[in-house]
């Protein structure tokens, strides 16, 4: 009987330790969850402001995209300006350049004037043509009553311009150059081709002729 009842109380202790334990490891376990649950209320904001820093950076790194994007960009556009410049510089060079060979030829050119000597000035001569001589078909009779009177005038004036023997003829300057012309080439005229415009001049055997022809007129 004393063997039992030790037994039992052997086992009643160690059903109380076992209680103590248990209850040892609740107390932990409750502890613990208090603590779990503790961590689970701070982790709650953590993670809110974990979720709002991954948005913020998300924001952040879209923007930095952007940006890079934009200064691309204006890389592109500022090189593209550099590269338009460099064409211009280079055709300013090339002009440059072109005028100043223009300028060493335009110096030489002034050089060599500087070192020529004038050129002497030129004496005109007055060219007088042969005489054309009066054909033998023609005679007074075959000429107008205006050429007589253009042969008398040169005659007794002396030599005139085809502009002077209008103005006395009362002809047109066409009219009157042909006719001048008409009595040279018959050969009743002398030409100074030396000067513009032409003087012309009787010829001495056809003022001769005309003198002959008034002198019996005359008596």
């Known amino acids: 009987m004393l063997s039992f009842d030790r037994e039992l109380k052997r086992e009643s202790e ?37 979720g709002s820093l991954n948005q913020s ?19 592109t556009t500022v090189l593209s300006g550099l590269t338009g410049l460099e064409a211009k510089l280079k055709d300013i060079e090339t002009t440059q350049e ?24 030129q004496v005109q001569t007055e060219v ?40 006395r003829v009362h002809l047109s300057r066409e009219h ?4 001048m012309k008409k009595l040279y080439e018959d050969g009743y005229l002398e030409r100074e081709a030396g000067r513009i415009p032409f003087r012309y001049s009787i010829k001495k055997e056809m003022e001769a002729l005309l003198q002959k022809v008034e002198g019996p007129a005359a008596t």
């Open 14 to 50: 160690k059903f109380d330790t076992m209680v103590s334990k248990v209850e040892g490891s609740y107390n932990t376990a409750d502890v613990s969850y208090r603590k779990a649950e503790s961590l689970e209320n701070k982790i709650g904001p953590i993670e809110e402001q974990l």
């Open 57 to 75: 950076v998300e924001s952040m790194s879209q923007a930095i995209t952007e940006k890079l994007a934009e200064n691309t960009q204006n890389n």
């Open 176 to 179: 009157t150059a042909r006719l």
């Open 128 to 167: 007088v043509l042969p005489p054309i001589p009066i054909k033998r078909d023609k005679a007074l009779a075959a000429l107008t009553e205006t050429e007589i009177a253009v042969l008398e005038m040169l005659s007794k004036e002396g030599p005139k311009t085809a502009p002077e023997i209008k103005e």
């Open 98 to 121: 072109a005028l100043r060979t223009k300028i060493a030829t335009f110096e030489e050119q002034i050089q060599k004037l500087a070192t020529t000597p004038p050129p002497q000035p």
